[in-house]
């Protein structure tokens, strides 16, 4: 690989930039380009404290036959690990999302949060679905039901936080650079690749091609000639993030034989957008847990954590009387403070009693909302 196809990290911005952790050149380099790759996002312990949890359950020889994505649940959103789960809700992850997704912290919704383990193998299985060494891909077809908008109105961010050295395992994620309009590797719309329309899920480079040069050789030829050979590697460090998109062409290349790579696969999207599902088994369902994990972070998580959960904020029109003692007798004793939320139903009510009524659509103080948009407390934090 020469110098020039390596792709270096850049640092983003101070702590005491606070919520804003990326710099204008990040910003437009992920809008414009398709991807940013940014060190420095988490302090240095947070990224240890995640690294040690999920060194513990993959330390051990890899599992046969272990081909396919993701922790196959152990460290999926909400992982028993708090190390793990504060990196997905960190305030300064949360901030850069919203940097370019362009909304508050409270317009954005998490969709997915795994952390992956994989290892360095030899060669790959004979199973077409081998992410060892990966067909070049866009992420869109396993997230959404439709298709990405068009490329200034993102609506998603995917971003991977690396847990691990590229000098000590090999396979940095290769991703192809956008080159303004016309840039033929992305025109309008993106379907050339396996598990679109009637082609079928290939995941493994060499396989998936062979098949494209078989049931469409023109999408095989085109690949060839605009995808592969303007691939560039993420040069990823321990806490480095790559930033990229539902439309961005990219892959998975080996790992060195031996080695395990760990990192943490994450999926925000635009509140609006609810064709882009959760692709874990849920919230709600995990809830379920002895543990009660998710719930002590509904309980513990700031107002705009708990909103990219999908919780209310507050002066949402949810929020009567009575929806307020509930969630506080249901979440009070694991440490949830409902004030933000009364504070905000109490100030609306006010506004409603003293000024001319601020909605005629629905009865009652508490019940509605300004013309549907919720009303944003001044506690929110
Ligand atoms: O593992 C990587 O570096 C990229 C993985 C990927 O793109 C995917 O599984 O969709
Ligand atoms: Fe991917």
Known sequence: MTESRWIAPEPARPASAGREPLTSDQVASW?????????????????????????????????????????RGRLEFPAESDAVNALTLHPRLLGAVAQLLAVPIEQIRLTQSDLWPKWGREAPTDHPLDNRDQRIHVDYPNHTLLHPPRWDAPEAVELIVYLSDVDECGGPTAVVSREGRDDPAYSWPIVRTPGVGALRWVNDREKAEAYLRDEAPEVAAWRAEHLYPRERYVRYRVGTVLL???????????????????????????????????????????????????????????????????????GHAVWTEEMLEAVEARYGPLGFDVGPYRDASAARSAASETGPSRSTRSGGPGSTSVDGVPWRGPSSR
């Open 31 to 71: 809008r414009e380009r398709g991807f940013a790759v940014v060190d420095d996002v988490f302090p240095v312990g947070a990224v240890e404290d995640a690294r040690r949890d999920a060194l513990e359950p993959f330390s051990g020889a890899p599992p046969s036959g272990h081909t396919d994505f993701g922790s």
């Open 244 to 314: 990229y998109r539902h439309d961005t062409w990219h892959r998975g290349t080996p790992i060195e034989p031996g080695a395990l790579r760990l990192v943490q696969n994450m999926t925000f999207r635009t509140a609006p957008s609810e064709w882009i599902s959760v692709l874990h088994t849920g919230w709600a369902w995990s809830m379920y847990r002895r543990s009660q994990v998710m719930e002590r972070l509904v309980a513990t998580a700031s107002v705009e954590q708990r909103c990219v959960l999908g919780f209310p904020p507050p």
